[in-house]
C-alpha cells in the first residue's frame, strides 16, 4: 500500500510561483508512474501533469503547458510540482496521484494511490 502526502500548498498573488511535493511511502517509489491532478471548488477533478516511472515521458495538461514543471527524485521517493506564472484560475485543491501503469494518462480512474490534497490559492 502506497501512501502520499502533498505538501507545499498556500495563498499567493497571481505571477507568484509555488512548488508542491508529494513525498510517497510504502512501495517502490521509482516503478510507480506519478501524477498530479487539481480541483477547483464545484468542478470536477482535472489532470494537471504527469511523468511515467517506465520511460520518464513527462505530459501536461495544455492550461498549465509553459508555466508548470514536474519532476522527480527517486532517492527521496518525491515527486513535485513547480508552478509559476501562476493565476487565479489554478486556485484548487492539488492532488498527488500513483499508479503501477507505466504509461500517463490522463483519467482519474487510472490511479489507484491518492494524497489528501494541499490548497493553493492565487489571488489577482
Known amino acids: 500500500q502506497v501512501q502520499l502526502v502533498e505538501s507545499g500548498g498556500g495563498l499567493v498573488q497571481a505571477v507568484d510561483s509555488l512548488r508542491l511535493s508529494c513525498a510517497a511511502s510504502g512501495g517502490t517509489f521509482s516503478t510507480y508512474t506519478m501524477a498530479w491532478f487539481r480541483q477547483a471548488p464545484g468542478k470536477e477533478r482535472e489532470f494537471v501533469s504527469g511523468i511515467s516511472w517506465a520511460s520518464g515521458r513527462i505530459t501536461y495538461a495544455d492550461s498549465v503547458k509553459g508555466r508548470f514543471a514536474i519532476s522527480r527524485d527517486n532517492a527521496k521517493n518525491t515527486v513535485y510540482l513547480q508552478m509559476d506564472s501562476l493565476k487565479p484560475e489554478d486556485t484548487a485543491v492539488y492532488y498527488c496521484?500513483?499508479?503501477?501503469?507505466?504509461?500517463?494518462?490522463?483519467?482519474?480512474?487510472?490511479?489507484?494511490?491518492w494524497g489528501q490534497g494541499t490548497h493553493v490559492t492565487v489571488s489577482s
Open positions: 496521484a500513483a499508479t503501477v501503469h507505466g504509461v500517463v494518462l490522463r483519467t482519474t480512474q487510472y490511479y489507484s494511490y
